[in-house]
């Protein structure tokens, strides 16, 4: 069995006393070391609080937390010495250069003075700032900080990394300069946690993703095997003639109290089993009736449809594959 990074084991938190708001609620969590664990869940789900429990910047009112085999309570300052935290807002000084921004992290880190500057070298190096790490920050681009941030959490070789939904408010040239420095950090043998609300994001880089909501992890999987619990694969169909759809849906091979129909985009979309079995009927009933199709899918459904369909609903039931 793969040895665990992070565990969390019926972790709950209450603002407020017996009257305030519950963040967490009995929330099961484990991470395999050496991997990326996504988090996934709508505004006030207990993400971010779980990122403060786990970095000892929270303490949980019950349950076990441990992250690299320390207790998050009674052995704070080994968790401190053995994670990197990267929050939603940049920790960098603008008006630094980012070589002086990393030495300075260093040395709050209690590096001595040339180690601390050789660090910074090594990773401004590794995080392609190199050419830059002399010019002021507030120079840098949207991705280049949060670059610089990520290389700043990473001043004591963590063994675990918490990443606080770390794109948000990056281009999507940004975003990908971050995902390929996570990448690059797991493939040296990092521990990721991270909480996003991209969900390509997740489908990206994640090896396992929790879907929490209301405080507890509503279910948990790969990405295949959560994209499965909204019905499988399936077939959507644009049609030419928007005026078909009614006729298409009595006439196709699909359940039709299962298909939803976009009149807008001329579009019927419908789950199916037997994937090439769907699309053989489907193809052969439009053309006996003669109508005709601009374009048929078959595809997966997205993480986008996994998240609305775990967390849309008044009722939730755990469910782990």
């Known amino acids: 069995m793969t040895e665990a990074a992070i565990t969390v084991e019926e972790v709950r938190k209450r603002y407020g006393g017996t009257s305030g708001r519950t963040a967490l609620d009995g929330l099961d969590l484990t ?14 789900a207990g993400k971010t609080t779980l990122v403060r429990i786990l970095s000892t910047l929270l303490r949980p009112d019950a349950g076990r937390v441990e992250v690299a085999g320390h207790d998050v309570v009674r052995e704070a300052y080994r968790v401190r010495r053995s994670i990197g935290l ?46 830059t790490g002399r010019k002021p920050v507030r120079q840098y681009s949207g991705g280049m900080r949060r670059r610089l941030d990520l290389a700043a959490s990473l001043i004591t070789e963590p063994d675990v990394l ?7 408010g990056l281009d999507p040239r ?19 946690l991270l909480t996003t609300q991209y969900l390509e994001e997740a489908d990206q880089l994640a090896d396992r993703i929790a879907v929490v909501d209301g405080g507890r ?11 499965a619990l909204t ?43 037997d994937r090439m079995a769907a699309l053989a009927g489907v193809v052969r009933a439009l053309a006996e009736a003669g109508i005709e199709a601009e374009d048929i899918v078959l595809r997966r459904p997205t993480l986008d449809e996994v998240f609305l369909h775990l967390t ?10």
């Open 86 to 131: 990267l929050g939603q807002h940049a920790a960098v000084d603008e008006e630094l250069s980012g070589h002086q921004n990393l030495e300075m992290f260093g040395r709050l880190h209690h590096l001595g003075a040339r180690p601390a500057r050789l660090r910074a070298g090594e990773l401004l190096e590794r995080f392609g700032l190199a050419d």
């Open 312 to 321: 849309g609903g008044p009722e939730r039931v755990k469910e782990t594959v």
């Open 174 to 192: 940004g975003r990908a300069e971050v995902w390929s420095s996570v990448r690059s950090l797991v493939g040296g043998g990092t521990t990721v």
């Open 217 to 227: 992890v509503a279910a948990e999987g790969t990405a295949d095997h959560l994209k």
């Open 31 to 44: 991470v395999a070391r050496g991997t990326v664990h996504a988090v996934l869940g709508p505004n006030g």
């Open 231 to 273: 019905g499988g694969d399936r077939i959507d169909v644009v049609l030419r003639d928007a005026g078909s759809l009614g006729a298409a849906v009595a006439l196709l091979p699909l359940r039709a109290d299962e298909v939803s129909v976009d009149a807008d985009r001329r579009l019927l979309s419908a789950p199916v089993t």
């Open 162 to 168: 918490f990443l606080d939904e770390p794109t948000t």
